[in-house]
């Protein structure tokens, strides 16, 4: 398979954490870009991003953002390998009217 780009939007569900970049497979590398948070709630909401391999989890980016503003969660790329690391994100509180959003920029390297 061809090294390729891929993209995503994962709906939020409050403070549940929701895979974002699933893990590579073996042999293979994700090489997350960019994790843009979008809150299309109707208050302020803290979106954070967590790198999650085995039992280690690392915050790897957090935006607070008020109604209707964008921000990034990630200010490097960011590498999962085939050891089964993932992304997750996650809100700080359920939403008052609709779920933020996280559309997700991958470059898939076989």
């Given at each position: 398979?061809?090294?390729?780009?891929?993209?995503?939007?994962?709906?939020?569900?409050?403070?549940?954490?929701?895979?974002?970049?699933?893990?590579?497979?073996?042999?293979?590398?994700?090489?997350?870009?960019?994790?843009?948070?979008?809150?299309?709630d109707s208050?302020?909401?803290?979106?954070?991003?967590?790198?999650?391999?085995?039992?280690?989890?690392?915050?790897?980016?957090?935006?607070?953002?008020?109604?209707?503003?964008?921000?990034?969660?990630?200010?490097?790329?960011?590498?999962?390998?085939?050891?089964?690391?993932?992304i997750t994100?996650?809100?700080?509180?359920?939403?008052?009217?609709?779920?933020?959003?996280?559309?997700?920029?991958?470059?898939?390297?076989?």
């Amino acid at each position: 398979m061809a090294a390729a780009f891929q993209g995503d939007e994962v709906v939020l569900t409050g403070t549940t954490p929701v895979t974002a970049v699933a893990a590579p497979g073996a042999s293979e590398q994700k090489q997350v870009l960019s994790l843009l948070a979008i809150n299309r709630d109707s208050t302020t909401r803290t979106i954070t991003a967590k790198k999650v391999g085995g039992t280690v989890t690392e915050t790897i980016g957090s935006v607070v953002l008020s109604a209707g503003l964008r921000g990034q969660l990630i200010e490097a790329s960011v590498v999962l390998d085939g050891t089964g690391e993932t992304i997750t994100v996650e809100s700080d509180a359920t939403a008052a009217t609709t779920e933020p959003v996280v559309d997700v920029a991958v470059f898939k390297i076989p």
